[in-house]
């Protein structure tokens, strides 16, 4: 079992819908990354939380430390969202990121 | 604002051949992490530095090695390549353990 689970792997969505892109991990952890990779390969930060909510534009992020879990959030979703969008964790004793699968995003107008 | 510059961005060798692959972190990052991406696969942490010193070790090979330098931009080498080094490789810098920033990526193909 990985030590960081994310759901659903693929996610199809109409341009204007709410969607939701879970991530479990097994690990204690010190904070947590979502990240987002476009074809061609970039990877952009999109935030990093340790507790509570972060929002941005049309992204939220939320933690439930005592769970586990994070969810991001997007509001209004456009085709431009269309990624793979990745969680990562940072183990509470080490620097490295521990990486999820990442949720494949296409939004289509 | 400025980002994490990588370099090459693309880069082809034959197997046996040597790589060098660069990192310049954003100003005033002082820690540098380097990532490997397999096709088709999650990245995978290799090294990292903080204020010019190994900081954490994963999953890298011994044929690779790498170092962060006083200007704090970073190098990895890796020699003897192999068909299966070929993947996008990942630089992120963060200032101490805030946010990790992520290059480009450089694309190393062996042939």
């Known amino acids: 079992k990985n030590e960081v689970e994310q759901s659903p792997q693929n996610l199809t969505a109409q341009e204007g819908e709410f969607i939701t892109i879970n991530c479990s991990y097994s690990?204690?952890?010190?904070?947590l990354h979502w990240l987002q990779q476009h074809p061609g390969g970039g990877i952009v930060s999109l935030f990093m939380?340790?507790?509570g909510k972060k929002k941005h534009g049309r992204l939220i992020a939320t933690i439930n430390i005592q769970e586990k879990h994070s969810s991001l959030h997007i509001t209004a979703s456009h085709p431009r969202d269309s990624a793979v969008y990745i969680c990562?964790?940072?183990?509470?004793?080490?620097?490295?990121?521990?990486f999820g699968t990442g949720t494949r995003l296409q939004v289509f107008p | 604002a400025a980002g994490v510059i990588q370099s090459p961005r693309h880069l082809i060798k034959e197997k046996r051949e040597t790589a060098t692959l660069k990192c310049y972190p954003i100003?005033?990052?002082?820690?540098v992490y380097w990532y490997q991406q397999g096709p088709g696969q999650d990245p995978q942490f290799l090294i990292s530095?903080?204020?010019?010193?190994?900081?954490d070790k994963g999953s890298i090979p011994d044929r690779f090695s790498a170092q962060q330098f006083s200007d704090y931009h970073s190098e990895l080498n890796m020699s003897s390549l192999e068909l299966g080094d070929s993947a996008l490789y990942f630089c992120?810098?963060?200032?101490?353990?805030?946010?990790?920033?992520f290059g480009p990526g450089t694309r190393l193909t062996v042939l």
């Open positions: 530095f903080y204020e010019k010193m190994q900081s």
């Open positions: 690990v204690g952890i010190s904070a």
């Open positions: 990562a964790v940072r183990s509470a004793n080490t620097d490295k990121l521990i």
């Open positions: 992120a810098s963060s200032f101490s353990t805030d946010t990790q920033y």
């Open positions: 100003p005033r990052h002082d820690t």
């Open positions: 939380l340790s507790s």
